[in-house]
C-alpha cells in the first residue's frame, strides 16, 4: 500500500479501497508474528464465556439468562468484544498514524472507518464459535430455540456499527486534544461491561432500572443478536431505543469531528 493510493482524494469507490487496504493492513500486521493467527479472535470472548459460564453455573446459584447459559453469554461477549476492542483503539486513532494522518488528503474518517471494518472482520470470523456452541446445544435439556429471530442479526450488526462509527468520531479527535481521555475511556468500558446487558438480560433488571437501560444502545444490540436464539429478548422499547440512540451518536459524533478535524491536525 502506497501514500499515493490511500491519498489520492475522489469518489466515494475510491474511499472505499483506501478503507479496504487500510483495514487489510492492520489485519496483517496483527496477525503476521502470530503463530495462532486467526484463533486470536477467538480465544478472547471463549474464555471469558468459560470464566462466566462456570462461576455463574457451578459456583453461584444463577438467577438471569437463558438456558443454555452459554448460548446466552457468547451471544452478547462476540459483539462486546468488537465493541470493546474498538473503542479502545480509537483512542490512538490518529496518533498512530500521526504522520500519515497529516500527509494524506483522503477524509480523515477513513482512520476511524478502518478500525471498525478490520474489528468487525475479526467479529464475523467469531460468528463460527458461536454457530459450534449451538449445534451443542441441541444434545442437551435445554437447546437453543433457533427461530426467525435470526433475520435480525445483520440488523444488529448494521446498528452496531453506527454506534461505532458515530463513537470513533467522537473519542479519536477528542482523545488526541486531552490525552487523559485514553485513560479516562479504558475505565468507561470496564464499568460499560458490567452496565451492559451481557451477562445478564435487560428483563432481569429491578424496576426502573430496566426502561433506564434501553438509553444503553448496547442493550438494544445484543437484544437483536440473542433473539433468533432466546425469543424472550424481543422488547421493541429497548431496540427501538437503541436504534434511535446509536442514530444520534453517529450525527454527534460527525458534527463533533468536522468541528475538530482542523485543531487535530494542528496537535499532530
Given at each position: 500500500m502506497?501514500?499515493?493510493?490511500?491519498?489520492?482524494?475522489?469518489?466515494?469507490?475510491?474511499?472505499?479501497?483506501?478503507?479496504?487496504?487500510l483495514?487489510?493492513r492492520?489485519?496483517?500486521?496483527r496477525?503476521?508474528?502470530?503463530?495462532?493467527?486467526?484463533?486470536?479472535?477467538?480465544?478472547?470472548?471463549?474464555?471469558?464465556?468459560?470464566?462466566?459460564?462456570?462461576?455463574?453455573?457451578?459456583?453461584f446459584?444463577?438467577?438471569?439468562?437463558?438456558?443454555?447459559y452459554?448460548?446466552?453469554?457468547?451471544?452478547?461477549?462476540?459483539?462486546?468484544?468488537?465493541?470493546?476492542?474498538s473503542v479502545?483503539d480509537f483512542t490512538?486513532?490518529?496518533?498512530?498514524?500521526?504522520?500519515?494522518?497529516?500527509s494524506?488528503?483522503?477524509?480523515r474518517?477513513?482512520?476511524?472507518?478502518?478500525?471498525?471494518?478490520?474489528?468487525?472482520?475479526?467479529?464475523l470470523?467469531?460468528?463460527?464459535?458461536?454457530?459450534?456452541?449451538?449445534?451443542i446445544?441441541?444434545f442437551?435439556?435445554?437447546?437453543?430455540?433457533?427461530?426467525?429471530?435470526?433475520?435480525?442479526?445483520?440488523?444488529?450488526?448494521?446498528?452496531?456499527?453506527?454506534?461505532?462509527?458515530?463513537?470513533?468520531?467522537?473519542?479519536?479527535p477528542?482523545?488526541?486534544?486531552?490525552?487523559?481521555?485514553?485513560?479516562?475511556?479504558?475505565?468507561?468500558l470496564?464499568?460499560?461491561?458490567?452496565?451492559?446487558?451481557?451477562?445478564?438480560?435487560?428483563?432481569?433488571l429491578?424496576?426502573v432500572?430496566?426502561?433506564?437501560?434501553a438509553?444503553?444502545?448496547l442493550?438494544?444490540?445484543?437484544?437483536?443478536?440473542?433473539?433468533?436464539f432466546f425469543?424472550?429478548?424481543?422488547?421493541?422499547?429497548?431496540?427501538?431505543?437503541?436504534?434511535v440512540?446509536?442514530?444520534?451518536i453517529?450525527?454527534?459524533?460527525?458534527f463533533?469531528?468536522?468541528r475538530?478535524?482542523?485543531?487535530?491536525?494542528?496537535?499532530?
Open positions: 502506497t501514500l499515493a493510493a490511500v491519498g489520492a482524494p475522489g469518489s466515494p469507490r475510491r474511499y472505499l479501497h483506501s478503507l479496504w487496504l483495514s487489510a492492520d489485519l496483517r500486521v496477525y503476521a508474528t502470530s503463530a495462532l493467527g486467526y484463533l486470536w479472535s477467538v480465544l478472547d470472548p471463549l474464555v471469558m464465556t468459560a470464566i462466566y459460564w462456570f462461576v455463574f453455573t457451578m459456583i446459584h444463577r438467577t438471569v439468562g437463558y438456558e443454555p452459554i448460548v446466552f453469554l457468547i451471544t452478547a461477549l462476540l459483539p462486546w468484544v468488537w465493541f470493546n476492542t479502545s490512538r486513532a490518529f496518533s498512530k498514524d500521526a504522520r500519515l494522518v497529516r494524506t488528503a483522503i477524509p474518517s477513513i482512520w476511524v472507518n478502518r478500525i471498525v471494518l478490520s474489528k468487525g472482520v475479526e467479529f470470523c467469531s460468528l463460527p464459535v458461536l454457530a459450534l456452541f449451538v449445534v446445544s441441541q442437551t435439556t435445554e437447546p437453543a430455540q433457533l427461530n426467525w429471530g435470526l433475520l435480525w442479526i445483520p440488523v444488529a450488526i448494521v446498528l452496531q456499527t453506527v454506534l461505532l462509527v458515530g463513537l470513533g468520531l467522537l473519542v479519536a477528542l482523545c488526541v486534544l486531552w490525552g487523559d481521555l485514553e485513560r479516562t475511556t479504558r475505565l468507561i470496564r464499568a460499560l461491561f458490567y452496565a451492559s446487558p451481557v451477562i445478564y438480560g435487560v428483563e432481569d429491578p424496576g432500572f430496566e426502561t433506564l437501560a438509553f444503553n444502545p442493550a438494544g444490540i445484543f437484544a437483536l443478536y440473542r433473539v433468533g425469543p424472550g429478548e424481543w422488547d421493541p422499547w429497548v431496540i427501538g431505543v437503541g436504534a440512540m446509536s442514530l444520534l453517529l450525527a454527534l459524533g460527525a463533533v469531528f468536522r475538530l478535524e482542523r485543531p487535530v491536525l494542528k496537535e499532530l
